[in-house]
T-cell receptor
Framework: EDQVTQSPEALRLQEGESSSLNCSYT??????LFWYRQDPGKGPEFLFT???AGEEKEKERLKATLTKKESFLHITAPKPEDSATYLC????????????FGSGTQLTVLP | DVKVTQSSRYLVKRTGEKVFLECVQD?????MFWYRQDPGLGLRLIYF???????EKGDIPEGYSVSREKKERFSLILESASTNQTSMYLC????????????FGDGTRLSIL
């Protein structure tokens, strides 16, 4: 059964305090790994696609990396506006059109 | 930029009513999806469509149906609304091809009284 697990469930950081969010997956025949940001009351906003182990993508203070079993979202010197829930997702082994989502990490950055 | 528009941000209906949720995308995407999102349960796929008039069941299709008469529009129908269908409903669209991301609308917060 496909599974995507995110940790921690919640993370509180001081402004400027760098950290990482983890996404581990057990999807056979991995066909990409997606990261999304979701603000309260809004739909998920697409951030990154990672296609293969060793790949890295960056956007402002965020950097996503991928290994054969997990992905990390590194947040460098975060600001309060980075506060959101971060979701990762992987195409299902049964159908590449369907995504299996993790339950998310709720990040709070305190000023 | 991809734009996925859901017709209502908030909706309140009564049990037993037939409820229509509408979604429109402006990028000519082949694939469209309906999810519900509940605290502690995450995003769960209800139905998706890979072409006009084509649909496939997701993980939780019971109590729902869908309609896709035009490529840009995908409707979710609650045939007889029940209180356990109170939720946040999210529509997404996705281009054809490998490793394409899904793009989401801002959701409809539906309350069934």
């Amino acid at each position: 059964e496909d599974q995507v697990t995110q940790s921690p469930e919640a993370l509180r950081l001081q402004e400027g305090e760098s950290s990482s969010l983890n996404c581990s997956y057990t999807v056979s025949g991995l066909r990409g790994l997606f990261w999304y940001r979701q603000d309260p009351g809004k739909g998920p906003e697409f951030l990154f696609t990672l296609y293969s182990a060793g790949e890295e993508k960056e956007k402002e203070r965020l950097k996503a990396t991928l290994t054969k079993k997990e992905s990390f979202l590194h947040i460098t010197a975060p600001k309060p506006e980075d506060s959101a829930t971060y979701l990762c997702a992987s195409p299902s082994s049964g159908s590449a059109r369907q995504l299996t989502f993790g339950s998310g990490t709720q990040l709070t950055v305190l000023p | 930029d991809v734009k996925v528009t859901q017709s209502s941000r908030y909706l309140v209906k009564r049990t037993g009513e037939k409820v229509f949720l509408e979604c429109v995308q402006d990028m000519d995407h082949e694939n469209m999806f309906w999810y519900r999102q509940d605290p502690g349960l995450g995003l769960r796929l209800i139905y998706f469509s890979y072409d006009v008039k084509m649909k496939e069941k997701g993980d939780i299709p019971e109590g729902y149906s869908v309609s896709r008469e035009k490529k840009e529009r995908f409707s979710l129908i609650l045939e007889s609304a029940s209180t356990n269908q109170t939720s946040m409903y999210l529509c997404a669209s996705m281009n054809a091809g490998v490793n394409q991301p899904q793009h989401f609308g801002d959701g409809t917060r539906l309350s069934i009284l």
